[in-house]
């Protein structure tokens, strides 16, 4: 699975995409829930200013977000500690996204005109390219810009910011890398492409939903790879079923 480092947090902040404090809040996102930082671990202001090149204060900012998020927990008088996440957590994640996505779809499919699915079928044609080649960065921007499209045709503003509000929970940056995710892409994206021009909005919804909730799965599995939750799983073992009786 391919790491997001330092490096490429610094190339993405010099393209003045957001506020510091939402950058530092992404890098640090992206490292929770890759599994490259594990629940329980302390996570040093001073450090993390470091690692991104921004001073004290947004670098603390951040934590907040991350923290009015549930993803960070904040001790007295030790710091910012990452909360505990579940297999369940995860899943809740895409299960929300996949409401919303497919319902963008659904609507999507009523409204969307052939200049519209032309530009979806141009995506499809670049990303099968860039497969083709192996390039992880450029899959993923293609995958991001697919959905746009769709949720652009489904002309519906405030669907859309709910859907952004839970997207930037999931390590979207590790799209490409998640096995299994661009074979899928490779063969559900055309599916919804064809219900889209058929205007069949019930289909595009469940495609859509099945799509995005299939991603949860695999993504779990390379957070159990990467021992997520091997650590408390083996002291649950070790306490055995009656340990912590009354």
Do not use: C, K
Not at 83 to 92: L, S
Not at 99 to 122: D, F, K
Not at 219 to 226: F, P
């Amino acid at each position: 699975m391919a790491t997001y480092d330092a490096a490429d947090w610094r190339r993405e902040r010099a393209r003045g995409r957001q506020p510091l404090p939402m950058e530092v809040a992404g890098h640090v996102r992206e490292l929770i829930l890759s599994g490259e930082v594990r629940p329980g671990a302390f996570l040093r202001v001073e450090r993390i200013a470091e690692a991104t090149g921004v001073s004290s204060t947004p670098a603390r900012e951040g934590l907040l977000v991350l923290r009015s998020e549930g993803l960070v927990r904040l001790v007295p008088r030790r710091g910012f500690m990452v909360a505990p996440f579940t297999r369940q957590d995860v899943r809740d994640l895409f299960w929300a996204q996949a409401q919303l996505s497919g319902q963008l779809a659904a609507r999507a499919a009523r409204l969307i005109t052939p200049e519209q699915i032309g530009r979806l079928e141009a995506v499809l044609e670049e990303f099968q390219s860039a497969v083709a080649v192996g390039e992880p960065q450029h899959i993923t921007a293609l995958g991001h810009r697919f959905h746009r499209e769709i949720n652009l045709a489904a002309d519906a503003r405030r669907l859309a910011l709910l859907l952004r509000s839970v997207v930037r929970h999931l390590p979207d940056r590790f799209y490409a890398a998640i096995e299994g995710q661009v074979a899928a892409t490779r063969t559900e994206h055309p599916e919804l492409v064809e219900a889209l021009r058929d205007h069949d909005a019930h289909r595009a919804g469940e495609l859509m939903r099945e799509h995005i909730l299939a991603g949860a799965d695999r993504l779990i599995e390379v957070l159990e790879e990467r021992g997520m939750w091997r650590e408390r799983e083996d002291e649950t073992a070790q306490e055995g079923p009656g340990a912590g009786g009354g």
